[in-house]
């Protein structure tokens, strides 16, 4: 079984421009777009993505729903909800915890073998980063342990602070 971190990459970037089998969105619970990742995502994928969203009826924060990737080079998009941070009394840590576990099993399920992550809430949604960082490298750890489906996770992180952050986790 190869050890968990060393199908771990952390890299500064663009998610839209990864040639991966599924790129995460970090979405809103409409999964209608909006700004962030998420406008990104769909500004480059084309409108026939808004089209496929527009049929699934939304998403629960902590849920996961896939979609094909149009003009990404990703094949699939595994859009996810993310907690807003209110102070972290609100069941905001298992929330995101469960973003990437749900996220990593629809990809098992659609036999996605590379995905890559943005950092989840740690934009809009005001999640301290350390903390997420944290919640986002051990629930991957966690999920790669117990399965080989997954051959490659890629955190692709765009802001120095948020690289620092998931460099740092990574070490621990
Ligand atoms: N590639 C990778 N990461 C990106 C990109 C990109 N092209 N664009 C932004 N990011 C980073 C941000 O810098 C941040 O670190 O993604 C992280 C997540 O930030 P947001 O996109 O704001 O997502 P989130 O905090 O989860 O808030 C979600 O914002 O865009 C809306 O519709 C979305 O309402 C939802 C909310």
Redo the contacts with the bound molecule.
Sequence with gaps: MKNPDSRIQIVH????KLDVDAIVN???S?LL?????????HRAAGTELLAECRALGGCEPGKAKITRGYRLPARFVIHT??P?WRGGKRDEARILANCYRNSLQLAVENEVKTIAF??????????P?EQAAQIALETTREFLGATQNIHRVIF????DD?YDAYREALQK
């Design positions: 970037g663009d998610i839209t970090a979405a809103n409409t777009g909006g700004g962030g990742v998420d406008g990104a995502i909800v993310g807003i943005p950092a989840i809430s740690c934009g809009a949604y005001g999640y980063i692709v992180l765009w802001g948020v």
